[in-house]
């Protein structure tokens, strides 16, 4: 048993890690190659370019990893299998159950690892990436109305809410043109600030300078003689920093605890929070996607040599792989149209795909 096992997993890890490696060098020098209209701006240089790059490749790493474990599984097992060795194991004893088990453990292997780099490394890597890259333009991406965020603070009066916008927010985490709406418990327009600069606190408290808060009445007219002018201003808001972010950093940023979080608030202000939904199901259950594919690799060890050349099954195994990529975005996009629900929609493609493998891996085994 532990020779069978030791056999399996050297010739499967051997194969995923020259698959990942060969799709990452491919993906460097298209990463690079991208970054080479930014350099020579505001001091951005080949090197820095090259680093945001490499900031990359965890992320790149954690996209591929089902792609790459289903390609290296595939090559490994029918390497096996046209070699006559799979064919040996299974007279020495390697059942179709024992042949599962011991794939299951190696997916959920590979479903840990890639959980620990999609949700810790990879996160925190594309984030440094992003600021790099920003400081080539001075700015983050942000859409031309700037970005909108809502936020809601309990007074005497009732519960107020707040309407915050921000035309651009910088590389170093400092917003520009900001403005705050608040509005009182019957839906009313208060007070608007607005500010030049602001910097959040850990705590959410927001340092605004050069600013100026312009009162209203009941009449919905602003009072001009009372408008406030003030170097700075602090205000004091439930918007931490962390959720500024996920409003302004790309989704491949954000782990699985920062969804969660960001889809909460959006729901807990009335917010369409679908999309972020949907994302959070995606990136809890895309490990799992690994488990899956090795499900998918497994009945290729039962084809006979002459079903076909490895390099036909590996080319088969890259099709697999497109179509489960196509599908899983094809699934968020519909589910997102057509409001389905958030897990369902981000489930559906591991679970036909999984359904396809058991069930070609049941037909083989009982008539091949």
């Known amino acids: 048993m ?26 460097f020098f298209i990463d ?24 990359q490749v965890p992320g790149h790493v954690y996209e591929l990893a089902p792609i790459a474990v289903l390609i290296g599984a595939i090559y490994a097992l029918a390497r096996l299998a046209h ?27 590979f479903a840990a690892i890639t959980f620990v780099i999609g949700d810790f490394v990879a996160p925190w890597c594309d984030t440094q990436a992003t600021l790099l890259q920003a400081r080539a333009s001075g700015n983050l991406s942000v859409a031309s109305g700037g970005a909108w965020l809502k936020d809601s603070a309990s007074a005497a009066d009732g519960e107020h809410r707040y309407t915050v916008n921000f035309a651009a927010a910088r590389s170093d985490g400092e917003l520009e043109k900001v403005r705050i709406f608040e509005f009182g418990p019957k839906g009313a327009l208060i007070t608007r600030t607005t500010a030049e600069r602001a910097v959040i606190g850990d705590d959410g408290t927001w340092q605004l300078t050069d600013v100026r808060i312009s009162h209203w009445t009941s009449d919905h007219t602003p009072r001009l003689d009372a408008d406030e002018k003030l170097a700075s201003h602090v205000w004091q808001s439930g918007l931490t920093r962390n959720v500024v972010a996920a409003a302004v950093l790309p989704l ?15 729901a807990d202000h009335e917010q369409a929070a679908q999309r972020y939904e949907i994302q959070f199901w995606k990136k809890a259950l895309y490990p ?81």
């Open 2 to 27: 532990h020779t069978i096992r030791r056999l399996l997993y050297r010739e499967i890890l051997g194969a995923t890690g020259y698959v990942m490696v060969a799709f990452l060098g491919l993906f």
């Open 32 to 55: 690079f190659m991208a970054e080479l209209e930014n350099i020579g701006q505001h001091g951005y240089g080949a090197a820095q370019a090259a680093l945001a790059c490499l900031l």
């Open 83 to 109: 070699s006559s060795e799979f064919t040996i194991l299974r007279t020495g004893g390697l059942g179709p159950g024992l042949a599962l088990l011991l794939l299951t453990w190696l997916g959920l292997g």
């Open 252 to 266: 491949r940023t954000m782990s699985t605890l920062a969804l969660y979080n960001y889809m909460t608030h959006l």
């Open 288 to 368: 799992f996607a690994c488990l899956v594919m090795m499900g998918l690799a497994l009945p290729f060890a039962y084809l006979h040599g002459r079903s076909g050349g490895i390099g036909l099954m590996v080319f088969g195994g890259i099709m697999l792989g497109i179509g489960f990529v196509l599908l899983n975005n094809l699934s968020s996009h519909l589910g997102l149209l057509q409001n389905w629900t958030p897990w369902l929609a981000a489930s559906a493609p591991s679970a036909i795909f999984l359904l396809l493998s058991l069930a070609a891996f049941s037909w083989l085994v009982r008539y091949r």
